[in-house]
């Protein structure tokens, strides 16, 4: 055996589903990387598909490197006595495994102390997977996990098959019942088994059964295939974000084209677009900006090339999409029927959230308070208040029932439908934006009223009724409203207050709702900054969001020149220096030394004109204006003790550089800056 060799483990399983491929290939990765700690390896590679995941490391030892470490323990006088060892040696002695005939007496740094020889690694990679592969793979981190047959073991999936492999022999291990082999399946169209001895043969011997385990060659051959087949007809693919879950869907795509009945296209686009996406993971097609009677069907049968088996498979997902569009015609005839307001009715007998009353008292404060926020973004009170007053109305329809994620599309259309103004519907749509991070904002002021409304009933209510999320649960997804709260004001760019906004709400959240709502604003921020400045504009108190991105692009920008470093080295010396000195307040008259004199006279010519920069916005401006402070501080600091032995002149030019310190932290804290 050479010194170094190719560690390859891959694990064969019934299909996983599309969000679990992922969190299963970085798991084994990560239990990999942790059972070989201490063994020197090289470069890691990881392959995942539905019914597989693999990792294969280079280079990897041997065997552990073999260590020996002089352990000192108690004193020799606790440790030795009338020539013989004590209790206190032979217990240190059991607990570092040695014999008591091998401990040794040693000079230590606070005196003499008994010390024992302590031989650690030594075992061979081959021992080490051996008894580690199975809780590695078992231990996997899975939101839910199922039985199999007579097992007591849990997985995401049955497991099938398990090849491990060093320097190409296999290595005398189980998971799950499952012994250790070299052996593996390719497609479930492609029969025979496959027998490997590395992680390249595995690969290639897979592709050639129909198996692309490399996942970026998976994507760019569906994004390929999905742009040559919309080319085809002159069309354009749409719900590209699809090919995210699609590609965890397959082992090897074929994209199939099919068709359905063009009198459906009367329904709602977007009923169309959604159902295509959310129930039959399929792509819809776009002409001159019109969805088309058609979409492309992203298929793992690997002999869908052939026009039969195509036409098989495009008349198959044709019938299951038709079922649900024929029934979606059916609900939207059936909802139009009632008013949007009639539909609202039965929200008295939803319940909202424990003790929280009915989905009806939510809408009704929601409407209340969308008017009363709509000044702050720029809206009509009475269009904010008559869109927060529909706006759940549509959650009892038998649409949203059967298409939940159309929820607030459907209440749009039936307001549109009941002749409701336009931007009542339209902000009806738009209060469920953001759905999720990263996704986009409403677009109206009336959408952004009644968006922010809901988010802060909803966490307001929550925490007034103690349900807070705990730990990493959050059953009622008040991270969610929270970061969507953040999202909302930023792209409103009104600047608001967080804690006064909060406390519009009917309902009392507390110290803690704010804490909480500011910690999603600090990600949020840190997003597109660095910590450290981030926490440094946070320290300076405020509460604006819109004020705080600006303080923080504005910190980032002066980051970015050489001037920052010299600067920050001032400012944290100031800082430190007045750490303990809480008080602004210093006479002008008793400053004695012409550099005492000529930083007050800096400050007071900077100070109000910073801080009315920032208080227009002005970031850029006003950080401009205080960097003229530097010299000036710096001169200070070179020519006198600001800790001067005098308590009054002491108490004058610390006051004098609190003030200082007090207008640039207007801006940020450079306390926090690394």
Not at 510 to 529: C, I, K, P, S
Request: charged content about 25%; hydrophobic content about 45%.
């Amino acid at each position: 055996m050479s010194e170094t060799a190719e560690l390859f483990i891959a694990v064969r399983c019934e299909e996983l589903p599309a969000r679990y491929v992922q969190t299963a290939a970085k798991g084994l990765e990560k239990a990999v990387r942790s059972m070989l700690k201490g063994i020197a390896c090289g470069e890691v590679r990881t392959w995942a598909t539905p019914r597989r995941i693999a990792v294969a490391v280079a280079d990897v030892a041997a065997a552990r490197p073999v260590e020996e470490k002089l352990v000192t323990g108690p004193p020799e006088a606790a440790a030795f006595r009338d020539g013989a060892w004590t209790k206190a040696a032979l217990g240190f002695a059991r607990g570092k495994g040695v014999d008591p005939s091998a401990l040794e007496i040693v000079d230590g740094p606070r005196g003499r102390v008994v010390a024992a020889r302590v031989r650690s690694g030594g075992e061979t990679t081959v021992e080490r997977v051996a008894a580690g592969l199975e809780s590695a793979i078992l231990g996997i981190d899975f939101s839910k996990t199922m039985r199999w047959g007579t097992r007591r073991e849990r997985w995401a999936r049955p497991l099938q098959g398990l090849i491990a492999l060093y320097n190409g022999t296999v290595v005398d291990c189980s998971v799950a019942g499952i012994a250790s082999g070299r052996e593996t399946l390719g497609h479930r169209l492609t029969p025979g088994p496959i027998v490997v001895s590395s992680a390249d043969e595995w690969e290639a011997a897979l592709l050639a059964h129909h198996v692309m385990v490399d996942r970026s060659a998976r994507r760019a051959r569906i994004e390929a295939d999905l742009a040559a087949s919309s080319d085809a007809i002159g069309a354009r693919v749409g719900a590209l974000g699809l090919v995210d879950e699609v590609v965890d869907l397959v082992e090897w795509p074929v994209v199939v084209t099919a068709n359905f009945d063009p009198q459906l296209l009367q329904l709602p686009s977007r009923l169309l677009i959604e159902s295509m996406g959310v129930h039959q993971r399929v792509f819809p097609l776009f002409k001159e900006g019109e969805l088309l009677a058609r979409f492309l069907v992203v298929t793992n049968h690997p002999f869908a090339t052939d026009p039969e088996v195509a036409h098989i498979i495009a008349s198959g997902n044709t019938k299951v999409l038709a079922a649900r569009f024929y029934d979606a015609q059916f609900f939207y005839a059936e909802d139009r029927k009632l008013a949007l307001t009639a539909h609202g009715a039965a929200l008295e007998k939803m319940r909202w959230i424990r003790d929280g009353g009915t989905m009806a008292d939510k809408q009704s404060r929601v409407g209340r308070l969308a008017g009363d926020l709509a000044p702050l973004f720029g809206a009509d009170p009475a269009t904010a208040r008559r869109a927060g007053a529909l706006s759940k109305c549509d959650l009892a329809t038998q649409m949203v029932g059967e298409f939940p994620e159309l929820q607030g599309h459907v209440g749009k259309l039936l307001a549109r439908h009941d002749g409701e103004d336009e931007s009542v519907a339209v902000a009806i749509e738009e209060h469920y934006l953001p759905r999720f991070s990263g996704d986009g904002t409403p677009t109206t002021p009336a959408g952004r009223a009644v968006a922010a409304a809901d988010r802060i009933d909803t966490l307001t209510g929550c925490f007034h009724h103690g349900l807070k999320p705990r730990g990493s649960a959050d059953p009622l997804g008040l991270r969610r409203a929270a970061v969507g709260l953040v999202a909302i004001v930023l792209a409103s760019g009104m600047r608001l207050q967080l804690d006064a906004l909060l406390s519009r709400s009917e309902l009392a959240g507390g110290d803690a709702l704010l804490t909480f709502v500011m910690a999603r604003l600090r990600n949020n921020m840190m997003e597109r900054h660095p910590t450290d400045i981030v926490d440094a504009v946070l320290a300076s108190g405020d509460r604006d969001p819109v004020a705080l991105e600006g303080r923080a692009a504005a910190m980032a920008a002066l980051a970015r020149t050489p001037d920052f470093e010299p600067l920050k080295q001032t400012f944290k010396r100031l800082a430190n220096i007045t750490k303990d000195h809480t008080q602004t307040d210093y006479d002008a008259g008793a400053l004695v030394d012409p550099a005492e004199k000529a930083l007050h006279a800096a400050l007071d010519s900077v100070r109000t004109a910073a801080a009315t920069a920032a208080e227009a916005g002005d970031f850029d401006g006003a950080i401009a204006r205080l960097r003229t402070l530097k010299p000036p501080v710096d001169a200070l600091f070179d020519a006198v003790m600001v800790m001067a032995e005098d308590p009054a002149v002491r108490a004058n030019r610390l006051g004098l550089l609190a003030s200082v310190g007090a207008a640039f932290r207007d801006i940020a804290d450079f306390k926090h800056l690394s």
